[in-house]
């Protein structure tokens, strides 16, 4: 059986795949873990080990739950005042 990816590893896969496809796409939890373990393979990755990236993501604030007519995982806007 082959080694499992660490969560924090599949936290960063997370991370790279929002920010690369920020504007595009926004990413549901299940699609975030669906891709995952397309990427790293069934063997090494979980829907558990997502579920603790995905909340390793939004606590460290890398990333944050949006709503708009369902829940997305998006990377945190600047908004425009903060930057005056």
Aim: proline share 1%; with cysteine; aromatic share 8%.
């Amino acid at each position: 059986m082959a080694e499992k990816v660490s969560v924090s590893e599949v936290a960063d896969a997370m991370y790279k795949m929002i920010k690369d496809t920020m504007g595009i796409k926004k990413w549901k939890a299940t699609d975030l873990q669906k891709a995952s373990i397309e990427l790293f393979g069934a063997d090494r990755c979980d829907k558990q080990i997502c579920k603790d990236a995905i909340k390793e993501l939004i606590n460290s604030g890398r990333a944050v739950y949006t709503y708009f007519g369902g829940s997305y995982i998006e990377i945190p806007h600047d908004e425009g005042a903060k930057n005056i």
